[in-house]
């Protein structure tokens, strides 16, 4: 099934990817049994009935290999005997039978829990899968797509796209679609590595989510009603064809007038609510505006209708109820969103400063910031603190400095700009405090700490984990020069430290 909402410039198919993190005790392993009863109870009634016919196939099987290698032989002898007439008529017949091998019967698996030979067992399903999982680790399926054309069919796959698969021994095209329902661990979406296996595969944005709440969530005992359960038994299993190996033809639902009058409001209310949310909860909004309502009265449709293969119109009332729904899954996207806004630069920057400034270090380690900041999301690895570390540096609020340690080997250390210290020690982020030398200096704005990390943001120069002494050693310099060069829109204050001039591999014009 797919659903033409505005014109055949936006059909929309029916498969969902839905995400519901939620604690183990919450019985999500056996609701998505349930839910999946009809859909293994008609598998396994295909089995059945195919079973005696798939045992025939692979006997007939044997006998024809047996028969090509026998013709393969006579065509050698014909070829050695320059007998051309003979020699293609048994390539013709030794053609025909090797084809024959290529039609078989399939044995369904409309649900897979694993993304492995992902290709071979979309093309056999008729282009048609179901990813469902309710382990805790059920995000990291999402890796095992091994190959890159893998990877491609999965991002491909939630509308259908044109898909291309070449092995050494053949090609072919499908449109496959693949719905999705995984129930991770509660905190999944706060952990940084799988939150950027979402986000690099641009599924961050196609999932629906449904967060656990303690005002939804149901009593212990409580139980779904027999009616409601065989309603939904009966329901799913009507819209299953009678036999798999004989698919029926495809169908496409469309709108009424009023059902469509309905979803355009809900577009123009969408942009409203877009306003002033983050990128990627925009892109989710303007989404679910334009596809997931679509999708889901279409589904409430083929639920709901007396014949899912005859009334293929969806009403104003199914498309409401679809609006209602829409409404919950923003503020649940809202609740998901948050848990993924990963720390930007800035703010990384801003944490390191305040425990060196908190703890009163005038020398530091980038070991003891990293023992400091230990146990927060983001500085789970050294690459986040030196890329922060090294913003301080650009903005003149650190710098390195050598000292000898205890066996009189030197160590590489940061000194933070005694104008930050005493700006903080003072409470007065504006105040003017005397520098170093013979030279009076305006103290480091708090206002300043908005623009860190934006040659970063700006020229996407990516600081190499351990790259800090790099970073460090174009620092020093002729402070004035540098100064004039970094500060010459007046956004920046003066230090007692000389500023970096650029980043490693970016130009001063870009750094500026």
């Known amino acids: 099934y797919s659903v033409e909402l505005y014109g055949t410039s936006t059909i929309q198919t029916t498969n969902l990817f839905i995400m519901s993190p939620l604690p183990p005790t919450s019985r999500k392993r056996a609701c998505l049994k349930v839910c999946l009863n009809p859909v293994r109870d008609w598998e396994e009634a295909q089995v059945r009935e195919i079973g005696p016919r798939i045992t025939q196939e692979n006997i007939q099987k044997m006998i024809t290999r047996r028969s090509i290698r026998s013709l393969a032989r006579d065509a050698v002898k014909a070829q050695m005997a320059k007998d051309e007439e003979s020699f293609q008529a048994l390539l013709r017949q030794i053609y025909e039978l090797q084809v024959s091998l290529d039609t078989t019967t399939i044995v369904p698996q409309l649900v897979t829990g694993t993304l492995a030979g992902i290709e071979e067992s979309v093309h056999q399903q008729h282009d048609t899968l179901t990813l469902a999982s309710a382990e805790d680790n059920c995000l990291d399926i999402l890796s095992s797509a091994s190959t890159r054309s893998a990877k491609d069919l999965v991002a491909q796959a939630w509308n259908a796209g044109q898909h291309t698969v070449k092995t050494r021994n053949r090609a072919y095209t499908m449109h496959p679609r693949l719905t999705m329902a995984l129930s991770p661990q509660k905190n999944a979406l706060a952990d940084p590595r799988k939150v950027k296996l979402l986000q690099s595969r641009g599924l961050d944005t196609r999932f629906i989510y449904f967060m656990p709440d303690a005002a939804r969530t149901l009593a212990r005992g409580t139980k779904m009603s027999k009616e409601v359960a065989n309603a939904f038994f009966e329901n799913a299993l009507r819209l299953l064809p009678a036999s798999w190996n004989e698919p029926e033809e495809s169908r496409m639902l469309s709108l009424s007038p009023d059902a469509e009058l309905k979803w355009l409001e809900y577009r123009d209310k969408a942009e409203i609510l877009c306003q002033g949310l983050d990128t990627s909860l925009q892109e989710w909004t303007t989404r679910l505006a334009s596809d997931f309502v679509g999708r889901i009265a279409a589904l409430f449709h083929l639920v709901s209708c007396d014949n899912p293969r005859t009334n293929l119109v969806i009403s104003a009332d199914e498309m409401a109820q679809a609006i209602a729904l829409g409404d919950l899954l923003f503020e649940h996207a809202q609740a998901a969103f948050g848990l993924m806004l990963q720390d930007s630069p800035e703010e990384a ?55 000898k340690g205890k066996s009189g080997r030197a160590m590489e250390r940061f000194e933070l700009n005694p104008a930050v210290a005493q700006t903080t020690n003072a409470g007065d982020a504006g105040a003017a405090t005397p520098g170093s030398g013979d030279q009076m200096h305006e103290s480091v704005p708090a206002a300043a700490l908005d623009h860190l990390g934006e040659v970063d943001a700006a020229t996407g120069c990516d600081v190499p984990e351990g790259k800090v002494e790099e970073a460090a050693g174009s620092a020093e310099g002729n402070a004035e020069d540098s100064n004039a060069e970094g500060c010459a829109g007046g956004s920046c204050a003066r230090v007692p430290f000389p500023r970096k001039q650029n980043l490693p591999g970016v130009t001063p014009q870009e750094a500026q």
């Not at 944490?351 to 230990?374: H, I, M, P, Y």
């Not at 983001?378 to 913003?391: D, I, S």
Request: positive net charge; proline residues 2%.
């Open 349 to 403: 920057a801003s944490k390191v400063l305040d425990l060196v400034t908190r703890n009163n270090w005038s020398v530091f380690s980038a070991r003891e910031c990293f023992q400091g900041l230990r146990g927060q999301a983001l500085f789970r690895t050294m690459k986040p603190l030196n890329t922060a570390l090294e913003a301080l540096i650009e903005h003149g609020y650190i710098r390195m400095i050598t000292v």
